[in-house]
């Protein structure tokens, strides 16, 4: 029954651990493919913004050459307009093939020679010509007739507004959208295609002479924005991205293969973190196993050194078997020792490895994942530095030693004189007082100070920083003022609390205890810290210490506002 009741003691604590370790895996697992199904998502937003890039490019384009057609056509037409007028317009040049002058209502004023039958009529009724009349940028394009395309320009008249509608070969558009379009397939498969509302196709890059978009395709991308379909033509799983050129009814549209949009995503890149995790919950595995054995063996032990006292005759029996209890304990404990420590160096462990054997051989995104691995320990590490520091302040009593701060400022410039050197940084100050306190406590205050400083400027920017310091009410008030990105004044006491940070690790580096240790400094010497916005951009960190050392002055500082 002891034996039964030693097992159950040691198999629930094992299962225990064994069910809390695979929920952390599950749950890695789970943050691991999120984290994956967002990089997918952001291939698929970044395809789609290229096509509102170049949706946006055609449209401007558009606008200053319709622009300066109306400027024209108000010059010439804005009176009397006659077929003698037109025909002389389009001799001069630009290929079009026939010009017609509507008024306001659709009604046809003058039409060139070449202008088919019935054109007047039929444009009195469409929908662009009414869209020149009322939109902003004053003009639209119709859809494709034959090999013609037809625009409408509005310019004011002595009449009122006037619509000017030329029907120009399509080609004469092809080449540039095809131009702006170029930038648009990825890899082998990707294609771009400009078409108007009836599916024909305006121009199109990547794609054979008599390529015709898919039926499917043209309606989808009607009324989706982006989404996926199956191609016809060879069966593959293609994304496409779709986007509407201002004042046109024509719609660009951008498909690639599922498989090289997502390239990035793949292959080794997308195994290697699975690899890791797999790796950690073996060892995990394992120890539960040694966990369970070594519960087991200080059961078996307990209960053989209970028997002891029952029964002295069963202690020569028993006197082995401990022996061998003893040994096994030993060597489980040894064992212990170095294996539960294991998978606290496995990710440190592969990713080095990994490093050393893998990078630059597969991709981009894995060399990136690794750096990202290695990062991680090394904000583990410093997070614990961090943390020491911070908890051992306090626990000696405060030294009250005469402390001069400029030799403080010195010491905290040579601590950072890497960084100082690095941004190209310029720090000057005001004549500093002598205080009393713990002079490595202060210098510990000015380091993180200046640190952050230089840390938190913006890119391009020179630092520039300036230490003053005013008597005020008994107190010395001693300021650091830089030109950095500031501080929201919402966010003001957040700073100084424990991991208080207002950006991300990617675009300042840091644990966010700086500030928290600065603050526990300067409050353990009797002072209070804060920050204010600096007078031309900037933060002025300001912290006080009480004035208790005032001899030896060379000047007595001005007082600063609190």
């Given at each position: 029954?002891?034996?039964l009741r030693?097992?159950d003691?040691?198999?629930?604590?094992a299962?225990?651990?064994?069910?809390?370790?695979?929920?952390?895996?599950l749950?890695g697992?789970?943050?691991?493919?999120?984290?994956?199904?967002?990089?997918?998502?952001?291939?698929?937003e970044?395809?789609?913004?290229r096509v509102?890039?170049?949706t946006a490019?055609?449209?401007?384009?558009?606008?200053?050459a319709?622009?300066?057609?109306?400027?024209?056509?108000?010059?010439?037409?804005?009176r009397?307009?006659?077929?003698?007028?037109?025909?002389?317009?389009?001799?001069r040049?630009?290929?079009?093939?026939?010009?017609?002058?509507?008024?306001d209502?659709?009604?046809?004023l003058?039409?060139?020679?070449?202008?088919?039958g019935?054109?007047?009529e039929?444009?009195a009724?469409q929908p662009?010509?009414r869209?020149?009349?009322t939109s902003r940028?004053g003009?639209?394009?119709g859809e494709?007739?034959?090999?013609?395309?037809?625009?409408a320009v509005?310019?004011?008249?002595?009449?009122?507004?006037?619509v000017?509608?030329?029907?120009a070969p399509?080609?004469?558009?092809?080449?540039?959208l095809?131009?702006?379009l170029a930038?648009l397939p990825?890899?082998?498969?990707?294609?771009a295609?400009?078409f108007d509302?009836?599916?024909?196709r305006?121009?199109?890059?990547?794609?054979?002479?008599?390529?015709?978009?898919?039926p499917?395709?043209?309606?989808?991308?009607?009324r989706?924005s982006?989404s996926e379909?199956?191609?016809?033509e060879d069966?593959?799983?293609?994304f496409?991205?779709?986007?509407?050129?201002?004042?046109t009814?024509?719609?660009?549209?951008?498909?690639?293969?599922?498989?090289?949009?997502?390239?990035?995503a793949?292959?080794g890149?997308r195994?290697?973190p699975?690899?890791i995790?797999?790796?950690?919950a073996l060892?995990l595995?394992?120890?539960?196993?040694?966990?369970r054995?070594l519960?087991r063996?200080?059961?078996?032990?307990a209960t053989?050194n209970?028997g002891?006292e029952e029964s002295?005759?069963?202690?020569?029996?028993r006197?082995?078997?401990?022996?061998?209890?003893n040994?096994?304990l030993?060597?489980?404990?040894y064992?212990?020792s170095?294996?539960?420590s294991?998978p606290?160096?496995?990710v440190?462990?592969?990713?080095q490895l990994?490093?050393?054997?893998?990078r630059?051989q597969?991709d981009?995104d894995a060399?990136e994942?690794?750096?990202y691995?290695g990062d991680?320990?090394?904000?583990?590490?410093?997070?614990?530095?961090?943390l020491?520091?911070y908890s051992r302040?306090?626990?000696?009593?405060?030294r009250?030693?005469?402390?001069?701060?400029?030799g403080?400022?010195?010491?905290a410039?040579?601590?950072?004189?890497?960084a100082v050197?690095?941004?190209g940084?310029?720090?000057?100050s005001d004549d500093l007082?002598s205080v009393?306190?713990?002079?490595?406590?202060l210098t510990?205050?000015?380091?993180?100070l200046l640190?952050?400083?230089?840390?938190f400027?913006?890119?391009?920017?020179t630092?520039v920083?300036?230490?003053?310091a005013?008597a005020?009410?008994?107190?010395w008030?001693?300021?650091?003022?830089?030109n950095g990105?500031?501080v929201d004044?919402?966010?003001?006491?957040?700073i100084?609390?424990?991991?208080?940070?207002l950006?991300?690790?990617a675009?300042?580096?840091?644990?966010?205890?700086g500030?928290?240790?600065?603050?526990?400094i300067?409050?353990?010497h009797?002072?209070r810290?804060?920050v204010e916005?600096g007078?031309?951009?900037?933060?002025v960190?300001v912290?006080?210490?009480?004035?208790?050392v005032?001899?030896?002055?060379?000047?007595?500082?001005?007082?600063?506002?609190?």
């Open positions: 029954m002891n034996r030693g097992r003691e040691a198999t629930w604590p299962l225990a651990f064994l069910v809390v370790a695979l929920a952390a895996v749950v697992a789970l943050l691991l493919a999120d984290s994956q199904s967002d990089q997918r998502r952001e291939l698929r970044r395809y789609a913004d509102d890039v170049a490019l055609i449209g401007s384009l558009l606008t200053v319709y622009n300066g057609q109306r400027e024209n056509s108000a010059e010439s037409f804005a009397d307009v006659s077929r003698r007028q037109l025909d002389a317009e389009l001799a040049g630009g290929g079009s093939e026939y010009m017609l002058v509507l008024d209502d659709g009604r046809a003058a039409s060139s020679s070449g202008t088919p019935g054109t007047a039929r444009l009724t662009f010509v869209q020149a009349l940028v003009y639209a394009l494709l007739r034959g090999n013609v395309v037809e625009s509005s310019f004011p008249a002595a009449d009122g507004l006037r000017v509608v030329t029907g399509v080609i004469a558009f092809r080449e540039f095809s131009g702006s930038p990825q890899g082998g498969g990707g294609r295609l400009v509302r009836g599916g024909h305006v121009a199109s890059v990547n794609t054979p002479p008599e390529f015709d978009p898919d499917e395709l043209v309606r989808r991308a009607l989706e982006m379909f199956t191609s016809p069966g593959q799983r293609r496409f991205a779709a986007d509407v050129i201002p004042s009814d024509w719609r660009i549209v951008a498909s690639v293969p599922r498989d090289d949009l997502y390239a990035g793949t292959g890149a195994a290697t699975w690899i995790l797999a790796l950690g060892s595995l394992g120890i539960a196993a040694l966990l054995r519960l063996t200080r059961a078996r032990l053989a209970a002891l002295r005759m069963r202690l020569e029996e006197a082995a078997e401990l022996e061998r209890s040994a096994d030993e060597q489980f404990a064992a212990a170095h294996d539960l294991e606290l160096r496995t440190a462990g592969f990713s990994l490093a050393q054997r893998y630059g597969l981009d060399d994942m690794i750096d691995m991680g320990v090394e904000r583990m590490q410093q997070l614990i530095d961090d020491l520091l302040v306090g626990r000696a009593p405060l009250d030693d005469v402390v001069d701060l400029d403080v400022l010195r010491e410039r040579g601590w950072l004189g890497p050197t690095d941004a940084a310029e720090i000057t007082p009393r306190g713990e002079q490595g406590q510990q205050v000015m380091q993180n640190a952050n400083a230089i840390k400027t913006a890119p391009g920017v630092p920083i300036h230490v003053a005013a005020v009410d008994g107190e008030r001693i300021a650091v003022a830089d990105i500031g004044p919402a966010q003001a006491d957040t100084f609390k424990m991991f208080g940070r950006h991300p690790t675009a300042y580096p840091g644990t966010g205890i500030l928290a240790l600065v603050k526990r300067v409050e353990r009797g002072g810290i804060w916005a007078k031309n951009g900037g933060s960190f912290f006080t210490l009480p004035d208790r005032r001899s030896g002055r060379r000047r007595t500082p001005a007082e600063v506002p609190a």
